[in-house]
């Protein structure tokens, strides 16, 4: 399952709020380059971050 994905599929009540995305693998920044990985949980790699994102991630 995807914890987030590169559009959004809901309807828009704002555009460009979000600065920060936490889920359980990690915590990431909504930069105008896209997303940057700000800490992952422990014993969670890069690939599995990668495997479970629909949207590129850097770092």
């Avoid at 399952?1 to 920060?20: E, I, K, S, W, Y």
């Avoid at 693998?25 to 495997?51: C, D, H, N």
């Amino acid at each position: 399952m995807r914890q987030f994905d590169d559009t959004c599929t809901l309807p828009l009540t704002g555009r460009a709020c979000v600065h920060r995305v936490i889920t359980d693998p990690g915590v990431f920044a909504s930069t105008a380059a896209g997303l940057s990985t700000v800490e992952r949980a422990p014993a969670v790699t890069a690939a599995q971050v990668a495997a479970r994102t629909g949207a590129p991630v850097r770092g």
